[in-house]
């Protein structure tokens, strides 16, 4: 079974512009969430979707905005980017299954200048 | 308001040892406990996981330890090899929004030959 498959690997930005990063998740896992790892606060929750429906929101601003498709991929896009958006962020998949595993992809690293 | 805490940034290991990683939770409603693995540009990889109402998991050279009173949890590595140097993340979730994983700031193991 392929992984999860996140594009584009690298990307680099300038401060306002706007970005969408893709993920694929592993065939059958119906929920998709995403992170951001930045050095100074780890590990962050963004949000999940579920069925083309957000189901958990993270702590960040409404810059950050997500969707789902019916064959489960999912987009996320960040608007008028700012200098400390410039971080890891990773996708995860998850077969819903009781021990709350989650398969994460190689991330996007966003650059932002 | 960090929930889940992995106070110590590095730890340095002999080949052959064990290695103990430890974690501190805050939230009472942190009802499964897991452990991941990352390697530099990869996302987390699915060590091992625990759900609260036990004590201790075992999955060959990886156990997880569970105090529910004292909010702790440790990952045990014996033997210690050196492919198992990397940044091991500690991540909560609550039963409400489970596939929302709160995670430590990691812990980074290195093993000496």
């Known amino acids: 079974k392929a992984g999860v498959t996140q594009t584009p690997r690298y990307l680099i930005k300038t401060r306002g512009q706007q970005v969408t990063l893709s993920c694929s998740p592993i065939?059958?896992?119906?929920?998709v969430s995403w992170y951001q790892q930045t050095p100074g606060q780890g590990l962050q929750f963004l949000f999940e979707y579920f069925s083309e429906t957000q189901r958990n929101k993270g702590n960040f601003p409404g810059r950050f905005s997500g969707r789902q498709f019916s064959n489960s991929r999912s987009e996320m896009n960040v608007s008028t980017l700012e200098l400390g958006d410039s971080a890891l962020y990773l996708c995860?998949?998850?077969?819903?299954?009781?021990?709350?595993?989650?398969?994460f992809g190689s991330g996007t690293q966003l650059s932002v200048l | 308001d960090q929930q889940v805490k992995q106070n110590s940034p590095s730890l340095s290991v002999q080949e052959g040892r064990i290695s103990i990683l430890n974690c501190d939770y805050t939230n009472s409603m942190f009802d499964y406990f897991l452990w991941y693995k990352k390697y530099p540009a990869e996302g987390p990889t699915f060590l091992i996981s625990i759900s609260s109402i036990k004590d201790k998991n075992e999955d060959g050279r990886f156990t997880v330890f569970l105090n529910k009173s004292a909010k702790h949890l440790s990952l045990h590595i014996v033997p210690s090899q050196p492919g198992d140097s990397a940044v091991y993340f500690c991540a909560a979730s609550a039963l409400q929004g489970a596939q929302k994983l709160v995670f430590g700031q990691g812990t980074r193991l290195t093993i000496n030959p």
């Open positions: 995860a998949s998850s077969p819903l299954t009781s021990d709350r595993k989650l398969f």
């Open positions: 065939s059958g896992h119906r929920s």
